[in-house]
């Protein structure tokens, strides 16, 4: 057995990330024939969107954008479309040139088969302008708006398509809003919220559909707060979801604004977008050559049996069903689906691991594998270490920007850098190499540092206590950083699922005899890692890849020690 085990642990980790990153966990591309959601016949309608540049800069090119969306929704079944019109908006000061433009929104609306003066609506929005001129290191360029946001009215217009297969069976009506002047400030949406209140009096729920980049998983980044009830309606429906709760905290101290924003204290409501690749986001680079069939795909199979249930369900009838006071703790972990928590069950499970990882701990130091002294000594190594790690990745960062000729940012979006996945992709596995290295070079140091006449076997137990020592000395300061952040942020699942699954692998290995669970936790801790440092490395940019790393880094020190112990040879007893 023990010779098949590096290639078990090989085969898990490669699993792992193949199952982070789409196979089988993101839906495939549908083609123009098929019966439901179709990746293919949004495409065509992103094909005629993205032809032009088509900012507040190009009135006639938005214009004709405009139509053809018109034309689109009367060809959907809509009963009716209108257009409302803002004149002689200005902004954004870009070049020393302020513009100065109409904003014109469209509007249609499909109401349910019996109407009353008490049908909600599901209101669907996106923008259909694209990004004005957007200054880079070395040029000046424009966006076509082909994911942003052409797959935002391209998602809806084919939502919509679909749904109005069964729209006999609605007991609420839909409405779709096509904003413009999203990219200058929101000006459409904040307009007709300003002037026109009454087209939202009726709205139940709303669904904003957004793009930061053309590739990746699309992921629901916000909600509404309160989002209690709506995150059951999400559990309940959405097909291969992704979203972190932790990303509504994180998205409120960006300087980052959509449509959505504008509305979201006064109506529930869900926020979608892919956040890949900010190189391709807001630039020429936005355009059809360059769309992801996978990401459109998988726009709609989350938000298409969202809308049905919405729709055909009497429960939602009222305008106030879906509001709450409470917001839940929700994460996402490939191929093992979506976890959503009330915060009181979010607060006992954080007591449950705690609980969890004490009892393990205090198994081992009755055992006298522990020391407490070398735990807390490996706690402060791991966290002088992660600093430093952290200092690193923005030295890392600055580099690159500097490289680029791009403007560095702490922390903060940093665009324009040619190679920044690249170089963030490179920096993680040259950490994972040192890392490796230098814990295969504290291990053998133990090891040798042992004599007697039982040389071989104390050399064993030695490497056994090393990787304790470093397993369990990280796990004590992910407690401690768990505990510090479930009371002030409410959200710690990065240091909260490593802390679980070492936890429970251990407990229940000691229990069975079957090191099995070991590399079980390798493996799931590994699915999360992939998938949401992906996310967070995409959406904060390699501005902030120092904190990216140190997590990295923190859950290679959890990895590395587990797998040495699954690895190790069995003794005879």
């Known amino acids: 057995m023990n010779r098949f085990r590096p290639l078990i642990l090989a085969v898990v980790v490669v699993m792992a990330a193949l199952l982070a990153y789409g196979l089988w966990t993101l839906p495939k591309p549908q083609p123009v024939d098929a019966e439901g959601f179709s990746s293919a016949r949004v495409v065509k309608d992103i094909e005629f969107i993205s032809k032009e540049h088509h900012s507040v800069a190009h009135p006639q090119e938005r214009a004709r954008v405009r139509e053809y969306l018109a034309e689109r929704l009367w060809a959907t079944g809509a009963d009716t479309v209108m257009e409302f019109r803002y004149d002689s908006l200005t902004g954004p000061e870009n070049k020393h040139v302020i513009y100065t433009f109409d904003a014109v929104n469209l509007l249609a609306e499909y109401a349910p088969v019996d109407v009353s003066d008490s049908t909600s609506y599901l209101m669907l929005v996106a923008h259909y302008d694209s990004r004005y ?12 708006g082909a994911a942003d946001d052409g797959y935002g009215v391209g998602v809806i217009l084919e939502t919509v398509s679909q749904l109005m297969k069964n729209r006999n069976l609605w007991h609420q009506g839909v409405k779709v809003l096509f904003t413009d002047a999203e990219e200058v400030g929101m000006m459409g949406m904040k307009a007709i919220w300003e002037n026109d209140r009454e087209v939202f009096d009726n709205v139940g729920l709303m669904i904003n559909v957004e793009a930061r980049g053309p590739w990746g998983p699309a992921l629901l980044f916000e909600t509404s707060p309160g989002n209690e009830k709506i995150m059951g309606l999400y559990d309940e429906s959405a097909c291969y979801p992704f979203t972190y709760s932790l990303t509504t905290v994180v998205y409120g101290f960006m300087p980052n604004f959509t449509d959505f924003t504008i509305v979201k204290d006064d109506i529930p409501g869900f926020n979608f977008s892919t956040i890949a690749d900010v190189n391709h986001y807001h630039t020429d680079l936005d355009n059809f050559s360059n769309i992801s069939e996978k990401s459109i795909q998988h726009y709609g199979a989350q938000i298409l049996p969202l809308a049905e249930t919405y729709l055909t369900s ?3 009838s009222g305008r106030e069903t879906l509001k709450a006071s409470r917001d839940t703790t929700n994460f996402t972990i490939p191929l093992l689906g979506l976890f959503n928590l009330s915060s009181t069950g979010y607060l006992i499970l954080n007591s449950v691991i705690f609980l969890l990882f004490l009892a393990v701990f205090g198994l081992e130091g ?68 040192v890392t490796l290295l230098v814990y295969c070079s504290s291990r053998r140091k133990a090891m040798r540092a042992v004599s007697g006449s039982l040389r071989a076997s104390a ?5 056994v206590q090393h990787a304790y020592n470093v397993l369990y000395g990280t796990l004590a300061l992910m407690l401690l950083l768990s505990a510090v952040l479930v009371f002030t942020l409410g959200e710690n699942l990065m240091f909260l699922i490593p802390l679980a699954c070492a936890s429970s692998a251990l407990i229940l290995w000691h229990v069975t005899g079957l090191r099995l669970w070991l590399v079980i936790a390798v493996g799931v801790i590994l699915l999360h890692a992939f998938s949401f440092l992906y996310a967070l490395a995409m959406a904060l940019t390699i501005g902030a890849f120092g904190a990216v790393a140190m997590l990295s880094f923190l859950d290679m020190m959890v990895l590395i020690p587990l797998s040495d112990l699954y690895l190790m040879p069995s003794r005879k007893k």
């Open 133 to 144: 001129s957007q200054p880079m290191p070395k040029d000046t360029v424009w966006s076509y």
């Open 314 to 316: 009497e429960e939602f």
């Open 366 to 433: 009755i055992r006298g594998r522990l020391k407490p002294k070398k735990v807390f000594t490996m706690s402060c190594i791991s966290f002088v270490m992660a600093l430093a790690v952290l200092a690193l990745g923005e030295l890392v960062a600055y580099v690159s920007a500097f490289a680029s000729g791009a403007v560095f940012k702490p922390f903060g979006i940093v665009a324009g850098v040619p190679f920044d996945n690249s170089a963030m992709i490179v920096s993680v596995v040259v950490l994972f190499l």
């Open 459 to 463: 050399s064993a137990n030695a490497a």
